[in-house]
């Protein structure tokens, strides 16, 4: 199977690029720079060069392969309008194809709701999006009209890797003996999921004969920040300050992610394991913390 991947140097993009190859996969990397064709040929796989923001540069080549995988973002002002465009550029492009172009599109769990109680997010929850992340909800709504996509989307929680998300930056700020400064307070409920985990999902996803999905992914349904700070405490025998910001509500991406994090949500992946066969690695808090915090 061919792929064409964007955001491939990403910390999604990267481990799923790894994990395509591994399973037999070509895979294209649309690299914006010389630096990032280099850092995908080293994970094995091929450099296209475009930039999300020129989509003409880059969506022919994208639509001649098997499938599309969707991690990139410019988090720049206007990553709404880029994102929206290129995708749009994408599903006109795969009109003119015998076969609907399988795209996998990749969402997030802060377009969801927060939960309280016993409640939980599934497949079936309407959107309710941080600011930051409306545009995303209107891009799915579009993409998911029509048959010239065979479109999955994939909702990742919070991801974990060993210099990216919630667990790299709380045991970077024990080892500065600094307090965890974030939006949310010890009691908010935080998804998570590890990137590899997460790449296998995608690889499962494509794998799939039906492809018109909606699938949440997350090993650690829920787990408050508090109980998250206590694990990395006791990991590295140090005390963990967590100091609580207020959380704006920008539109902008990189402001707008306070937002995100205030958000105490859980959910429920029944109907993802059910539905591709996926079962994570690290589905345990212990075993996330003990992998990632180093």
Same mark, same amino acid.
């Given at each position: 199977?061919?792929?064409?991947?964007?955001?491939?140097?990403?910390?999604?993009?990267?481990?799923?690029?790894?994990?395509?190859?591994?399973?037999?996969?070509?895979?294209?990397?649309?690299?914006?720079?010389?630096?990032?064709?280099?850092?995908?040929?080293?994970?094995?796989?091929?450099?296209?060069?475009?930039?999300?923001?020129?989509?003409?540069?880059?969506?022919?080549?994208?639509?001649?392969?098997?499938?599309?995988?969707?991690?990139?973002?410019?988090?720049?002002?206007?990553?709404?309008?880029?994102?929206?465009?290129?995708?749009?550029?994408?599903?006109?492009?795969?009109?003119?194809?015998?076969?609907?172009?399988?795209?996998?599109?990749?969402?997030?769990?802060?377009?969801?709701?927060?939960?309280?109680?016993?409640?939980?997010?599934?497949?079936?929850?309407?959107?309710?999006?941080?600011?930051?992340?409306?545009?995303?909800?209107?891009?799915?709504? %579009? =993409?998911?009209?029509?048959?010239?996509?065979?479109?999955? @989307?994939? /909702?990742? $929680?919070?991801?974990? !890797?060993?210099?990216? #998300?919630?667990?790299?930056?709380?045991?970077?700020?024990?080892?500065?003996?600094?307090?965890?400064?974030?939006?949310?307070?010890?009691?908010?409920?935080?998804?998570?999921?590890?990137?590899?985990?997460?790449?296998?999902?995608?690889?499962?996803?494509?794998?799939?004969?039906?492809?018109?999905? %909606? =699938?949440?992914?997350?090993?650690?349904?829920?787990?408050? @920040?508090? /109980?998250? $700070?206590?694990?990395? !405490?006791?990991?590295? #025998?140090?005390?963990?300050?967590?100091?609580?910001?207020?959380?704006?509500?920008?539109?902008?991406?990189?402001?707008?992610?306070?937002?995100?994090?205030?958000?105490?949500?859980?959910?429920?992946?029944?109907?993802?394991?059910?539905?591709?066969?996926?079962?994570?690695?690290?589905?345990?808090?212990?075993?996330?913390?003990?992998?990632?915090?180093?």
């Amino acid at each position: 199977m061919d792929v064409f991947v964007t955001g491939g140097t990403g910390t999604i993009g990267a481990a799923v690029v790894k994990n395509l190859i591994s399973k037999g996969s070509r895979v294209i990397g649309l690299a914006r720079s010389e630096a990032s064709a280099d850092r995908l040929r080293a994970l094995g796989a091929s450099a296209f060069p475009g930039d999300l923001q020129t989509p003409e540069s880059w969506i022919g080549r994208a639509a001649s392969c098997d499938a599309v995988v969707h991690t990139g973002a410019t988090f720049t002002g206007d990553m709404g309008r880029i994102d929206r465009l290129s995708m749009l550029s994408l599903k006109q492009a795969a009109r003119h194809r015998k076969q609907p172009l399988k795209l996998v599109y990749t969402g997030g769990i802060w377009l969801f709701p927060a939960t309280a109680g016993t409640q939980v997010i599934t497949e079936k929850t309407p959107f309710s999006p941080i600011p930051a992340f409306r545009f995303m909800a209107e891009t799915i709504r %579009t =993409l998911s009209h029509g048959t010239d996509l065979n479109l999955v @989307v994939i /909702h990742p $929680a919070l991801v974990c !890797s060993l210099t990216e #998300g919630p667990i790299a930056r709380m045991t970077e700020a024990l080892r500065d003996k600094k307090p965890f400064r974030t939006s949310a307070s010890p009691e908010t409920m935080w998804p998570l999921v590890e990137a590899d985990d997460l790449a296998s999902l995608y690889v499962l996803a494509l794998q799939q004969a039906r492809f018109r999905m %909606t =699938l949440l992914a997350s090993s650690i349904p829920g787990i408050s @920040v508090g /109980h998250l $700070a206590a694990h990395i !405490s006791a990991r590295h #025998g140090l005390p963990l300050e967590i100091e609580t910001t207020e959380a704006g509500t920008s539109p902008e991406i990189q402001t707008g992610f306070d937002a995100g994090y205030a958000l105490s949500q859980q959910v429920d992946i029944a109907h993802t394991k059910r539905t591709v066969g996926w079962e994570p690695e690290f589905a345990t808090i212990e075993d996330l913390v003990v992998t990632l915090s180093r």
